[in-house]
């Protein structure tokens, strides 16, 4: 029996490379922490990752279209 191919999960990365005052990308949408793991991550983790980011992304832009600013911590 062969092991399941290993597939690559593709970094959320936008090139908008830009943290706000709580440490989260305003591009992609991943904390710091995620950020600098992500390298290290394994398939599962990195889907993990990005679930999270595309769910604070998600709300980042329902807020603005609410005309609310999304303050995620101290400056």
Do not use: H, K, N, Y
Request: one cysteine or more; proline letters at 5%.
């Amino acid at each position: 029996m062969s092991e399941a191919p290993r597939v690559s999960v593709p970094s959320p990365c936008r090139d908008v490379c830009q943290l706000d005052a709580a440490g989260v990308c305003v591009g992609c949408g991943r904390t710091i922490a995620e950020i600098s793991e992500w390298t290290r991550a394994d398939s599962e983790r990195r889907l993990q990752i990005r679930s999270a980011a595309r769910a604070r992304v998600e709300q980042a832009l329902e807020a603005a279209q609410r005309g609310e600013i999304v303050d995620r911590g101290p400056r």
